[in-house]
């Protein structure tokens, strides 16, 4: 056969051709095999960190989230800046939410840089390819406005709480100008949801407070919320120059202090007693003392 071909161009050429397309259909076959593989991986993957957030709901699983390293895991996982990213954000907000040991932690192993970067957009967020990029950012937007106020509900005193604070400073406050171009955002999305509602009661249309507050919540109302009572911890620092540039951004846009005093005075209006009469009370007193301060 050899011999054959070296005599004969045009039967080596036909030779030739038969084992490219051989290989390439090989290849293309290893290829969509491959990314079968890989989406079922991630979404075993995404399944994982489902049931890791579910754990992660009662008090005593945090703790032992803590112990496990489980901060210093997903932190890691941020920075490999994989598929998981999204996943290991989201662990971390439930890890840390009403739990001021993984706040501590998290400052501990220096996640703020970390997750200053993923607030700021300068991480590239890989997307897999069953979420829709604009409605993932959104989502890992929310996650971190939960995380970051989660940080400053943890860390009340001392050099964590000054850490904190001071991403808020460097770089001319641009933590700062990020805030308020989500708050913007959030508030007009919301004022929108809220003009529509009353639209739907001229319309005859019976809607009970309830009912309009959780379609705000839906629209948007609580990453506002989040947002301003992170707003309400910075301003409460009394530190010139955050107060001076949240001032500027308010007026740029036309708002005043007032604007944030009303979404956090319809938080504290709004806060139950799942966690019982005690909890909701220190959370009321301290909301309120963000309206005074402001």
């Given at each position: 056969?050899?011999?054959?071909?070296?005599?004969?161009?045009?039967?080596?050429?036909?030779?030739?051709?038969?084992?490219?397309?051989?290989?390439?259909?090989?290849?293309?076959?290893?290829?969509?095999?491959?990314?079968?593989?890989?989406?079922?991986?991630?979404?075993?993957?995404?399944?994982?960190?489902?049931?890791?957030?579910?754990?992660?709901?009662?008090?005593?699983?945090?703790?032992?989230?803590?112990?496990?390293?489980?901060?210093?895991?997903?932190?890691?996982?941020?920075?490999?800046?994989?598929?998981?990213?999204?996943?290991?954000?989201?662990?971390?907000?439930?890890?840390?939410?009403?739990?001021?040991?993984?706040?501590?932690?998290?400052?501990?192993?220096?996640?703020?840089?970390?997750?200053?970067?993923?607030?700021?957009?300068?991480?590239?967020?890989?997307?897999?390819?069953?979420?829709?990029?604009?409605?993932?950012?959104?989502?890992?937007?929310?996650?971190?406005?939960?995380?970051?106020?989660?940080?400053?509900?943890?860390?009340?005193?001392?050099?964590?709480?000054?850490?904190?604070?001071?991403?808020?400073?460097?770089?001319?406050?641009?933590?700062?100008?990020?805030?308020?171009?989500?708050?913007?955002?959030?508030?007009?999305?919301?004022?929108?949801?809220?003009?529509?509602?009353?639209?739907?009661?001229?319309?005859?249309?019976?809607?009970?407070?309830?009912?309009?507050?959780?379609?705000?919540?839906?629209?948007?109302?609580?990453?506002?919320?989040?947002?301003?009572?992170?707003?309400?911890?910075?301003?409460?620092?009394?530190?010139?120059?955050?107060?001076?540039?949240?001032?500027?951004?308010?007026?740029?846009?036309?708002?005043s202090k007032k604007h944030i005093e009303d979404i956090l005075q319809e938080y504290h209006d709004n806060i139950g007693d799942l966690d019982g009469p005690e909890e909701k009370e220190r959370a009321q007193t301290k909301i309120q003392k963000f309206i005074s301060a402001?």
């Amino acid at each position: 056969m050899e011999v054959a071909n070296a005599r004969n161009p045009a039967t080596k050429r036909k030779f030739d051709d038969a084992v490219s397309n051989g290989v390439a259909t090989e290849a293309n076959t290893v290829d969509l095999s491959l990314l079968e593989a890989i989406e079922k991986s991630q979404n075993a993957v995404e399944n994982l960190f489902d049931c890791l957030c579910c754990l992660l709901m009662p008090l005593e699983n945090k703790e032992r989230f803590v112990k496990a390293e489980g901060v210093e895991l997903m932190i890691i996982i941020m920075k490999q800046k994989k598929l998981a990213y999204g996943s290991a954000i989201r662990a971390l907000d439930f890890a840390m939410t009403k739990y001021p040991p993984a706040c501590e932690r998290f400052v501990d192993v220096l996640g703020l840089k970390t997750a200053f970067a993923a607030f700021m957009g300068k991480a590239s967020i890989p997307v897999s390819k069953k979420n829709k990029k604009e409605r993932y950012q959104e989502e890992m937007e929310e996650r971190l406005v939960s995380l970051i106020a989660s940080l400053f509900g943890g860390i009340l005193r001392g050099s964590r709480r000054e850490r904190l604070l001071s991403k808020f400073v460097e770089n001319e406050c641009e933590k700062i100008d990020r805030l308020m171009e989500l708050y913007i955002r959030y508030s007009d999305r919301v004022k929108a949801e809220t003009e529509r509602l009353n639209q739907v009661e001229l319309d005859d249309f019976e809607m009970d407070d309830d009912e309009k507050y959780n379609r705000k919540l839906e629209s948007g109302l609580y990453t506002l919320q989040l947002i301003a009572v992170i707003l309400g911890h910075i301003w409460c620092s009394e530190h010139p120059q955050m107060r001076g540039r949240i001032e500027l951004l308010l007026k740029q846009n036309k708002l005043s202090k007032k604007h944030i005093e009303d979404i956090l005075q319809e938080y504290h209006d709004n806060i139950g007693d799942l966690d019982g009469p005690e909890e909701k009370e220190r959370a009321q007193t301290k909301i309120q003392k963000f309206i005074s301060a402001l």
